[in-house]
């Protein structure tokens, strides 16, 4: 069964640096997401990607956010000055509109 | 966005049914009942998803109240497997289409061995 991936697993990154989480969708989906969970609190929603532009944005989706894809294939998250608050789980999800969303396992960041 | 009321949390013994309850008052006639749940360290994951009639799939049943102001996810037979968080969610699937998925708190179900 087709899944979504994510790398890495777990990315530690000191206060101010850039990073950037990797997803590679479903083949055969258009839409792409990326959500965020802080330890304890729900899920969130940060971005909506569709035709390569970006469809909707949350609040937590500032400039310090983007996203791209690249290839074709895959699909990245970047934070451009990584805070301390970024530390969460980062889900990236893909699917086809208002249809089910499939998510990857998550990248665990870390800011220190 | 459309609401969802569920219980904090639940426990259940291994191998028996679970009821899941949901509900939704405010629901609209184009809103779409949605399930997903999180495994421990886990991603959310599509568990079952329905508009007026009842479904079923390999994973879980879904019964819609009458009224579509309530629903309640059935899980036959429980596994410690399934110990997870169970969120319901409302999607608008017609005009005004979701496309992101608002997540809640959800259920904590809890399988006693």
């Known amino acids: 069964e087709p899944e979504v991936t994510q790398t890495p697993s777990h990315q530690v990154t000191q206060m101010g640096q850039e990073v950037i989480l990797r997803c590679v969708p479903i083949?055969?989906?258009?839409?792409f997401y990326w959500y965020r969970q802080i330890l304890g609190q729900k899920v969130e929603f940060l971005v909506s990607?569709?035709?390569?532009?970006?469809?909707?944005k949350s609040e937590i989706f500032d400039d310090q956010f983007s996203v791209e894809r690249p290839d074709g294939s895959n699909f990245t998250l970047k934070i451009r000055s990584t805070k301390l608050e970024d530390s969460a789980m980062y889900f990236c999800?893909?699917?086809?509109?208002?249809?089910?969303?499939?998510f990857g396992p998550g990248t665990r960041l870390t800011v220190l | 966005d459309a609401k969802t009321t569920q219980p904090n949390s639940m426990e259940s013994n291994e191998e028996e049914p679970v009821h899941l309850p949901c509900n939704h008052s405010?629901?609209?006639?184009?809103?779409?009942i949605h399930w997903y749940r999180q495994l421990p360290s886990q991603g959310p994951e599509y568990v079952i998803h329905?508009?007026?009639s009842n479904v079923n799939n390999r994973m879980a049943s879904l019964a819609i109240a009458e009224d579509r102001k309530s629903s309640t996810l059935i899980l036959h037979r429980a596994t410690l497997r399934d110990a997870a968080v169970y969120y319901c969610?409302?999607?608008?699937?017609?005009?005004?289409?979701?496309?992101?998925?608002?997540f809640g708190k959800g259920t904590r179900l809890h399988i006693l061995p």
């Open positions: 405010t629901i609209s006639g184009t809103d779409y």
């Open positions: 329905g508009l007026t």
């Open positions: 083949s055969n989906h258009l839409y």
């Open positions: 990607f569709y035709n390569n532009e970006i469809s909707e």
């Open positions: 969610i409302l999607r608008d699937g017609y005009v005004n289409r979701d496309d992101k998925i608002i």
């Open positions: 999800a893909s699917g086809n509109q208002a249809d089910t969303q499939y």
